[in-house]
T-cell receptor
């Protein structure tokens, strides 16, 4: 059974600081996603990571994947208040599958 | 592109009634749609996978007679919560798949059962 675990689950930080959210998963997969969810809203796609060593960046967010360690990271650089949201990683259930298993989510609050 | 809509965005109903939620892919044909449930401050839990023209595949623990899914066309899937009870109150989110790589998520439907 595929399990996806994120940490931390809650993160409060100041603007301008850097931090990293971690996503561990338990079995082999060929795709890992990062999503953002604002309160009361649905999910916004951020990144899809497909291969070992993949790195994607968009603005102050950078995601990476280590398939050998079954670990992905979402790094936030010089955080700004607008990045406050809940961030989910999701892993494809198995190779070629469309079903996703989501992590618990990391609630990020960025204080001025 | 790749827009998914849901209707209604929120609904309040009395216990024992049935509620239908629609999920539409607006600008692409979705061979597969997924239905998720999200309780407050929790993650998304997959309820079922819906393929056009065939019966939905339900996840373990999801009652197929209670959560009826119909995927009648490549752009429309419906979820009907039958005989709803307060414990069914949740945020229901659909997603539509275009190929294997991406799922595009709808805006969600907040169901409150009184």
């Amino acid at each position: 059974e595929l399990k996806v675990e994120q940490n931390p689950l809650f993160l409060s930080m100041q603007e301008g600081k850097n931090y990293t959210i971690y996503c561990n998963y338990s079995t082999t997969s060929d795709r890992l996603y990062w999503y953002r969810q604002d309160p009361g809203k649905s999910l916004e796609s951020l990144f899809v990571l497909l291969s070992n060593g993949a790195v994607k960046q968009e603005g102050r967010l950078m995601a990476s994947l280590d398939t050998k360690a079954r670990l992905s990271t979402l790094h936030i650089t010089a955080a700004v208040h607008d990045l406050s949201a809940t961030y989910f990683c999701a892993v494809a259930l198995d190779q070629g599958a469309q079903k996703l298993v989501f992590g618990q989510g990391t609630r990020l609050t960025i204080n001025p | 592109g790749a827009v998914v809509s849901q209707h209604p965005s929120w609904v309040i109903c009395k216990s024992g009634t049935s509620v239908k939620i629609e999920c539409r892919s607006l600008d692409f044909q979705a061979t597969t749609m997924f239905w998720y449930r999200q309780f407050p401050k929790q993650s998304l839990m997959l309820m079922a996978t819906s393929n056009e023209g065939s019966k939905a595949t339900y996840e373990q623990g999801v009652e197929k007679d209670k959560f009826l899914i119909n995927h009648a066309s490549l752009t429309l899937s419906t979820l009907t919560v039958t005989s709803a009870h307060p414990e069914d109150s949740s945020f229901y989110i659909c997603s539509a798949s275009q190929g294997r790589r991406w799922q595009f998520f709808g805006p969600g439907t907040r169901l409150t059962v009184l």
